[in-house]
């Protein structure tokens, strides 16, 4: 089994969510995998600047996500089962311009009304986030999100 920690940012303003476009189309959370020595809490923050050229500050820690992907549902057919251990954040955005993230994945990114998020297609790593922040469980932990029609990966 393959296992990848990263940490998202949940970034609301005015009713919108802060969404990044990978470069497959698929709109998702700013974020990414923790590296080696690294603080989740400090991932966050470099991720969303990475990706979308904004800085901001991390308000609170909304929760953990651990979703198993089966080998058959992976994008990489014949690939071993995979964990993915999501640590969600609510990230305050403080400054920059977003723009295209420099020699990597992210197209654009871009705030978009919470009300329009279930139309687009998406990572189910958004509606986690959303679920999140919506029930700020004290455990940080929310059931299974269902992911129908959503990317099973992270």
């Known amino acids: 089994m393959s296992r990848r920690l990263a940490a998202y ?8 969510v802060l969404l990044a476009q990978h470069g497959s189309g ?3 959370l700013p974020g990414g995998g923790v590296e080696a020595g690294e603080d989740p ?3 966050v ?3 969303l600047t990475e990706e979308t050229g904004l800085t901001g500050v991390v ?3 909304l929760g953990v996500d651990s979703r198993l992907i089966p080998s058959a549902e992976r994008t990489v057919p014949g690939g071993p089962d995979h964990q993915n251990i999501g640590i969600f954040y609510e990230v305050r955005v403080t400054g920059g311009r977003p723009r295209p993230e420099p020699n990597g994945d992210t197209l654009t990114s871009v ?3 919470v009300s329009e998020v279930a ?3 998406r990572s189910s790593l958004v509606d986690v986030g959303l679920a999140l ?6 455990t940080g932990h929310v059931p299974p999100v269902p992911v129908d029609g959503l990317l099973l990966r992270h």
């Open 9 to 16: 940012a949940l970034c609301c303003a005015d009713g919108r």
């Open 26 to 28: 698929t709109w998702t």
């Open 119 to 121: 139309g687009l297609r």
């Open 59 to 61: 308000e609170r820690l």
């Open 111 to 113: 705030w978009v009304p």
């Open 41 to 43: 809490f400090d991932t």
């Open 133 to 138: 922040a919506g029930s700020r469980p004290a």
């Open 45 to 47: 923050s470099r991720e």
